[in-house]
């Protein structure tokens, strides 16, 4: 027991004394922050410029009355009283977004509409003036029709339903599918990409040791399963380190980037800086109406939030992490053991991880669709996907019962792997100039001790 | 006491037979040599010895105790293939190596220093071991062979890789462990290794065990009464029935040396008498089989009957 404690100091110093280990706990933590900051000075920057742009209106047919009151967020109309010849004179002397000339036209066929720019306008604001426009034609059609707007407003309803789950005490829970998606999605992706990065590692260092030939030394010291078992426990030592600095440096930078930018969440940022702009009141009801209901589903989702359990899910997803990666860790071991090369290791590879890949895709195909179907139990329960699919479905409340049943099942198949790769690896570290396959694989797992 | 005793070890493969109850008696303190082609089964039994494999059949005892796995701590081995950890720096490389074999940090860090300055390389400590030359690394591994003091020191090919100058250190530094008490075992084809170091050997081909003893019993089992004379003067005929002259060189002029072999058990110092009789003699030797010629013409023809008429016909 001594002996693989010092096989699991040197696996661990070896790889935290790496630069490449620095720099990759030092850097990534520093991106998603960095990414957060960008993007809500993105967002930021969007609203103050959201100041709408000035387009200068011609209208020969006097149908369009594009004044004041049609003005939006992001066009300001101004009528010109002049012909268009006169109208482009006057446009090209200002700096304004555009000029529109709006000729005498058929209701039925509106024709002959010609916008005019001094710089190439974006397909999405020239989508976003043809809207206005068409809703214009709309109403004129509307008015023709003898239609009342208000009645047409009152025939557009909205709904927002509110989800609540009833539990089998009857008890009422509402939820948040949305962040309960998100989440799943996260975790289990998370784990998915630990357990392959750290796998391959193991596999690395296993080629390395037996390319170098030392693994002959080790072994006159120590049995080899304390030997892939110390490697095995030294490197996910060091994944739960990095892990661990991650998280500490993720929120701790996260905080401060949020703190910089005033500690407020972005969108209700945006509205407070837009309703600043608009001077017209009806335009500043509506924004502010909307803030309020913004308001009103941000504390939803804080609500929400608070009741998911974060202790159990945080619990539950370190012991998936560790399991799933003890489990798929030993089998990349054996496939180490085997090979003399990673580009050799390539053809077990995908084998091996194909049902971590099966779990990874029933995540997205099935589990964050239907977490409780039969699908998603027997994903979460096989011990194989279970690592990512169990840690998708956790947020969304799974029965006590599936959970024990599934870590059990867990416990025994990173046991029951790492008997199988122990087997192979004993024999595979010894054997060099073999060209190896699964058949040789089996052989050696059936030789005796 | 034995330092190792194996009896009737076998191994099996699948396809073959490794080891065919191969039984072997290693004397305390002295320098066992291990031949044998490559693929007899050489590595098979050092593998075994080591625990790094299980023997199928045999027993082993080491020290006079049945072989357990705390022994490991009291044998040093030297793979054929050497190897040590590339990105590892020298010193920590050597502590590491040593705690596995059950050295404490503090005694392995003192006897480090103590070797490293024998070896004349103690500022290698913080050199990591790819960027020394093959030589420096095998003088590294040596170090880390012997560190933990064993009794039982395992050699596989030990001057391979070696320059003579540092070949000769090596020589020196095993026969001091030897006369401190440890008992040593080379595994080699180099029979001149064999020739001045061993005291012992055992010789295996094709899995079983063919010869075993000291070297000089069984320079002797394998005597062929050949004697070679340097004498003045060769106008003299010795007995037909008696001796047979084999051959005979001119060194000088009126120097020469003749081969010849006794029949019927005839002893050396009966040649010598007779010889005084009838010419000068300068110099009297018996022609004893070198270790390569056992070596060959055992491998080739496995009986010592075939051996004995090798012998007599060189």
Same mark, same amino acid.
């Given at each position: 027991?001594?002996?693989?404690?010092?096989?699991?100091?040197?696996?661990?110093?070896i790889?935290?004394?790496?630069? &490449?280990?620095?720099? %990759?706990t030092?850097?990534?933590?520093?991106?998603?922050?960095?990414?957060?900051?960008?993007?809500?000075?993105?967002?930021?920057?969007?609203?103050e410029?959201?100041?709408?742009?000035?387009v200068?209106?011609?209208?020969?047919?006097?149908?369009?009355?594009l004044?004041?009151?049609?003005?939006?967020?992001?066009?300001?109309?101004?009528?010109?009283?002049?012909?268009?010849?006169?109208?482009?004179?006057?446009?090209?002397?200002?700096?304004?977004?555009?000029?529109?000339?709006?000729?005498?036209?058929?209701?039925?066929?509106?024709?002959?509409l010609?916008?005019?720019?001094?710089?190439?306008?974006?397909?999405?604001?020239?989508?976003?003036?043809?809207?206005?426009?068409?809703?214009?034609?709309?109403?004129?059609?509307?008015?023709?029709?003898?239609?009342?707007?208000?009645?047409?407003?009152?025939?557009?309803?909205?709904?927002?339903?509110?989800?609540?789950?009833?539990?089998?005490t009857?008890?009422?829970?509402?939820?948040?599918?949305?962040?309960?998606?998100?989440?799943?999605?996260?975790?289990?992706?998370?784990?998915?990409?630990?357990?392959?990065?750290?796998?391959?590692?193991?596999?690395?260092g296993?080629?390395?040791?037996?390319?170098?030939?030392?693994?002959?030394?080790?072994?006159? &010291?120590?049995?080899?399963?304390?030997?892939?078992?110390?490697?095995?426990?030294?490197?996910?030592?060091?994944?739960?380190?990095?892990?661990?600095?991650?998280?500490?440096?993720?929120?701790?930078?996260?905080?401060?980037?949020?703190?910089?930018?005033?500690?407020?969440?972005?969108?209700?940022?945006m509205?407070?800086?837009?309703?600043k702009?608009?001077?017209?009141?009806?335009?500043?009801?509506?924004?502010?109406?909307?803030?309020?209901?913004?308001?009103?589903?941000?504390?939803?989702?804080?609500?929400? %939030?608070?009741?998911?359990?974060?202790?159990?899910?945080?619990?539950?997803?370190?012991?998936?992490?560790?399991?799933?990666?003890?489990?798929?860790? %030993?089998?990349?071991?054996?496939?180490?053991?085997?090979v003399?090369?990673?580009?050799?290791?390539?053809?077990?590879?995908?084998?091996i991880?194909?049902?971590?890949?099966?779990?990874?895709?029933?995540?997205?195909?099935?589990?964050?669709?239907?977490?409780?179907?039969?699908?998603?139990?027997?994903?979460?329960?096989?011990?194989?996907? &279970?690592?990512?699919?169990?840690?998708?479905?956790?947020?969304?409340?799974?029965?006590?019962?599936?959970?024990?049943?599934?870590?059990?099942? @867990?416990?025994?198949? /990173?046991?029951?792997?790492?008997?199988?790769?122990?087997?192979?690896?004993?024999?595979?570290?010894?054997?060099?100039g073999?060209?190896?396959?699964?058949?040789?694989?089996?052989?050696?797992?059936?030789?005796?001790? | 006491?034995?330092?190792?005793? %194996?009896?009737?070890v076998?191994?099996?493969?699948?396809?073959?037979?490794?080891?065919?109850?191969?039984?072997?008696?290693i004397?305390?303190?002295?320098?066992?040599?291990?031949?044998?082609?490559?693929?007899?089964?050489?590595?098979?039994?050092?593998?075994?010895?080591?625990?790094?494999?299980?023997?199928?059949?045999?027993?082993?005892?080491?020290?006079?105790?049945?072989?357990?796995?705390?022994?490991?701590?009291q044998?040093?081995?030297?793979?054929?293939?050497?190897?040590?950890? +590339? $990105?590892?720096?020298?010193?920590?490389?050597?502590?590491y190596?040593?705690?596995? $074999?059950?050295?404490?940090r503090?005694?392995?860090?003192?006897?480090?220093?103590?070797?490293?300055e +024998?070896?004349?390389?103690?500022?290698?400590?913080?050199?990591?071991?790819?960027? @020394?030359?093959?030589?420096?690394?095998?003088?590294?591994? /040596?170090?880390?062979t012997?560190?933990?003091?064993? $009794?039982?020191?395992?050699l596989?090919?030990?001057?391979?890789?070696?320059?003579?100058?540092?070949?000769?250190?090596?020589?020196?530094?095993?026969? *001091?462990l030897?006369?401190?008490? &440890?008992?040593?075992?080379?595994?080699?084809?180099?029979?001149?290794?064999?020739?001045?170091?061993?005291?012992?050997?055992?010789?295996?081909?094709?899995?079983? +065990?063919?010869?075993?003893?000291?070297? +000089? !019993?069984?320079?002797?089992?394998?005597?062929?009464?050949? /004697?070679?004379?340097?004498?003045?003067?060769?106008?003299?005929?010795?007995?037909?029935?008696?001796? *047979?002259?084999?051959?005979?060189?001119?060194?000088?002029?009126?120097?020469?040396?003749?081969?010849i072999?006794?029949?019927?058990?005839?002893?050396?110092?009966?040649?010598?008498?007779?010889?005084?009789? @009838?010419? *000068?003699?300068?110099?009297? !030797?018996?022609?004893?089989?070198?270790?390569?010629?056992?070596?060959?013409?055992?491998?080739?023809?496995?009986?010592?009957?075939? @051996?004995?008429?090798?012998?007599?016909?060189?």
């Amino acid at each position: 027991m001594n002996k693989v404690w010092l096989i699991i100091q040197r696996e661990f110093l070896i790889r935290v004394k790496k630069k &490449s280990f620095l720099i %990759a706990t030092i850097v990534v933590p520093l991106i998603i922050p960095a990414v957060i900051g960008g993007l809500i000075y993105i967002m930021m920057k969007e609203a103050e410029s959201a100041k709408p742009d000035t387009v200068m209106v011609v209208d020969e047919s006097g149908q369009f009355s594009l004044d004041s009151t049609k003005n939006t967020k992001r066009f300001h109309f101004v009528a010109l009283p002049m012909k268009l010849d006169q109208a482009k004179k006057a446009y090209n002397e200002t700096k304004d977004f555009a000029l529109l000339y709006v000729p005498v036209f058929d209701l039925n066929k509106p024709d002959g509409l010609v916008i005019y720019t001094q710089e190439n306008p974006s397909i999405e604001k020239i989508s976003d003036l043809e809207s206005i426009l068409e809703e214009r034609v709309r109403d004129l059609k509307l008015q023709e029709f003898k239609i009342d707007k208000e009645v047409l407003k009152n025939l557009k309803t909205s709904i927002n339903l509110k989800q609540i789950n009833l539990t089998d005490t009857g008890e009422e829970k509402s939820s948040n599918s949305g962040i309960l998606y998100g989440m799943g999605f996260a975790l289990g992706i998370m784990i998915y990409i630990f357990v392959l990065v750290y796998g391959i590692q193991i596999m690395q260092g296993v080629i390395d040791e037996k390319t170098s030939k030392v693994v002959e030394v080790i072994v006159s &010291s120590v049995k080899p399963f304390q030997l892939m078992l110390g490697k095995i426990v030294g490197i996910a030592a060091v994944g739960v380190l990095q892990f661990l600095i991650w998280i500490v440096l993720i929120s701790f930078l996260s905080t401060g980037v949020l703190g910089y930018f005033g500690l407020k969440m972005p969108q209700k940022q945006m509205m407070e800086e837009v309703s600043k702009k608009i001077k017209d009141e009806d335009v500043k009801q509506a924004v502010q109406q909307q803030q309020v209901q913004s308001n009103v589903k941000i504390n939803e989702l804080l609500k929400n %939030a608070s009741e998911i359990p974060f202790a159990k899910i945080a619990f539950v997803f370190v012991f998936y992490f560790l399991g799933g990666y003890l489990l798929y860790g %030993a089998l990349f071991a054996a496939v180490g053991s085997a090979v003399e090369s990673m580009q050799e290791s390539q053809q077990f590879q995908f084998p091996i991880t194909l049902p971590l890949l099966i779990g990874y895709l029933g995540l997205f195909m099935f589990i964050l669709r239907d977490p409780h179907g039969p699908v998603s139990f027997w994903l979460s329960i096989i011990p194989f996907t &279970s690592p990512v699919a169990m840690v998708g479905r956790i947020a969304f409340d799974v029965p006590g019962w599936q959970l024990a049943l599934s870590m059990l099942m @867990l416990v025994g198949g /990173f046991i029951f792997t790492t008997w199988i790769a122990g087997r192979i690896y004993r024999v595979g570290i010894l054997m060099t100039g073999t060209k190896v396959n699964w058949k040789v694989m089996v052989k050696w797992f059936m030789l005796r001790e | 006491m034995e330092a190792l005793l %194996a009896t009737n070890v076998s191994k099996r493969y699948a396809q073959h037979t490794a080891l065919d109850k191969v039984s072997i008696t290693i004397p305390e303190k002295t320098i066992f040599g291990l031949l044998g082609p490559n693929g007899a089964g050489k590595t098979t039994l050092i593998r075994i010895i080591n625990q790094i494999i299980n023997r199928d059949e045999g027993e082993i005892i080491i020290f006079g105790e049945k072989l357990k796995p705390s022994h490991v701590e009291q044998i040093g081995y030297l793979p054929e293939e050497r190897g040590l950890y +590339k $990105k590892m720096k020298v010193g920590d490389q050597l502590l590491y190596l040593a705690q596995l $074999k059950g050295l404490s940090r503090k005694e392995a860090l003192a006897r480090i220093k103590v070797w490293l300055e +024998k070896f004349e390389i103690k500022d290698w400590w913080n050199k990591k071991v790819e960027d @020394l030359s093959k030589g420096m690394a095998q003088k590294v591994q /040596f170090i880390s062979t012997v560190l933990h003091e064993p $009794k039982l020191i395992i050699l596989d090919e030990p001057f391979s890789g070696f320059d003579p100058v540092n070949a000769q250190l090596v020589t020196e530094k095993i026969l *001091e462990l030897k006369a401190n008490g &440890s008992t040593i075992i080379f595994s080699t084809h180099r029979m001149e290794t064999v020739e001045s170091l061993c005291d012992h050997i055992a010789l295996i081909n094709k899995s079983k +065990k063919i010869l075993e003893g000291a070297k +000089k !019993q069984v320079k002797e089992q394998y005597r062929s009464n050949t /004697f070679i004379v340097e004498h003045r003067g060769n106008h003299f005929t010795l007995p037909a029935e008696k001796y *047979e002259l084999k051959k005979q060189v001119t060194i000088e002029d009126g120097l020469h040396a003749s081969t010849i072999q006794t029949k019927g058990g005839i002893k050396g110092n009966q040649l010598i008498r007779e010889l005084i009789d @009838l010419t *000068e003699v300068f110099s009297f !030797q018996e022609q004893l089989p070198s270790m390569a010629d056992i070596f060959v013409s055992l491998v080739k023809n496995e009986s010592s009957e075939s @051996l004995k008429k090798h012998l007599q016909e060189v």
